[in-house]
């Protein structure tokens, strides 16, 4: 399966690949004594003998031009509290450059992370006790969000088709037709990797328009979609609906820690957000990582260059996964993802005595993301986290192996 999902590859995809398994540089020297110096939840959750591959940060050091707008920070004193002002006008540059979507700067607000930022929206966008739609196997804080809102999860979950995953349009209509009050996409998809292309988009939105059900989108991992594959926000497409997207630079560069996203909001919601962050009594604004602004901002107006590296770099890496699983573990099944540094594995084959990542982790020393935090029809699955070396990377695979020995 993984090798007829590799002949499906587009060939500039693999001239791509090709030429960056030549230039590896500053990806492939990260050193396992450096990385272990870090005090992130990935290098600190787990014991010196454990190679973490779970939470979703990568080992690479920080883009050059992320790096020096926090040194100037930090040798001028400048850790005060945050003024997000910049950020609407660098996030619209960015996005029309990137992803040819012309935003309003209007329509940009300044979030402290994406979750908070999905909180607004659903408090913005529901009435308290909705039915809100995800498609397990999902983030799993997508759960916990609804329910903290005081929400209810409306589970349509994805299906797999030939290894190929998509929103089934008749579970969702189902949905819809039932009452749900919002619909939080995934886009790229954690942890599948999928990006929704245009044509499924559109269904998408023309069954919500149909509905009245507006579309909360969380596009995080936009910034990482693999070279050759197209990105397309959602409230491009949708025109006369209530859209509120979500978009921040910690992903893509890394910088998770220190607070700064965005939501994008559509016309017909755009003053009902404005005047609902205005009012909060505990004041977002706050809370939005100083650091994080300046870091964001210069990852969107600066950071281009470094972010196409990366993504050839990531594309190199989910193919070698694949050559790695084939050789050592043959019975996993994983297909290639799309977007994002993680990758999806069934592990339902595999000559396990218990749940996949407890094993990966107690006999192999490997710490994987445990698939049953995903959605209840996951617990066969594990989520691994490719933004590494290629080094560590085979040794994470060298490690799942040993765990089945
Ligand atoms: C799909 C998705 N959304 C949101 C987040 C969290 O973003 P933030 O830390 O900005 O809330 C993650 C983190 O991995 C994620 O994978």
């Known amino acids: 399966m993984i090798s007829t999902a590799i002949t499906f590859l587009s060939l500039s995809q693999t001239f791509a690949t090709m030429k960056y398994f030549k230039t590896v540089e500053p990806f492939e020297s990260i050193s396992l004594d450096r990385l272990r110096k870090r005090k992130s939840e990935k290098w600190s959750t787990y014991s010196r003998g454990v190679l973490p591959a779970f939470v979703a940060e990568m080992d690479f050091d920080l883009a050059l031009p992320i790096r020096a707008a926090l040194v100037e920070a930090v040798e001028l004193g400048d850790a005060g509290y945050s003024s997000s002002t910049e950020v609407p006008a660098s996030f619209a540059s960015s996005v029309r450059n990137r992803f040819d979507w012309s935003t309003d700067e209007s329509a940009v607000f300044a979030v402290p992370d994406v979750m908070a930022g999905v909180a607004e929206a659903i408090q913005l966008l529901t009435p308290p006790g909705a039915s809100i ?9 997508f759960f916990d969000v609804i329910a903290h809102e005081g929400r209810t999860v409306l589970e349509v979950p994805l299906q797999a088709h030939d290894r190929m995953w998509s929103v089934n349009l008749d579970t969702l209509e189902g949905a819809f037709a039932d009452g749900a009050r919002a619909y939080l996409l995934c886009n790229p998809h954690n942890p599948v990797g999928r990006v929704w292309s245009e044509r499924e988009l559109h269904d998408i939105v023309s069954l919500a328009s149909r509905y009245g059900v507006p579309i909360i989108s969380d596009e995080i991992y936009a910034p990482l979609t693999m070279p050759g594959l197209s990105f397309i926000p959602v409230c491009k497409i949708t025109e006369d609906q209530p859209c509120i997207a979500l978009w921040s630079a910690s992903k893509a560069f890394n910088i998770s820690g220190l607070k700064c996203a965005a939501m994008i909001a559509s016309a017909q919601v755009r003053e009902a957000l404005r ?62 993802p799309e977007a994002t540094y993680l990758a999806w594995i069934d592990c339902s084959e595999l000559p396990l005595k218990g749940a996949p990542a407890r094993q990966f982790l107690e006999r192999g020393l490997v710490a994987l993301e445990a698939g049953h935090k995903f959605g209840r029809l996951s617990s066969n699955w594990v989520r691994l986290n490719f933004g590494t070396s290629r080094v560590l990377l085979r040794e994470i695979v060298q490690r799942m192996a040993a765990a089945l020995a």
Not at 133 to 141: A, G, L
Not at 292 to 313: P, Q, S
Not at 319 to 331: S, T, Y
């Open 133 to 141: 739609v995800i498609n397990p196997p999902v983030y799993p804080p």
């Open 275 to 336: 005047a609902r962050l205005r009012a909060r009594p505990d004041e977002i604004e706050s809370r939005i990582g100083h650091l994080g602004v300046i870091a964001t901002i210069a990852a969107f107006r600066n950071g281009a260059a470094w972010l196409d590296d990366l993504r050839v770099y990531l594309d190199g890496n989910r193919h070698l996964l694949a050559d790695l699983l084939r050789d050592q573990i043959p019975a996993a099944r994983y297909s290639l």
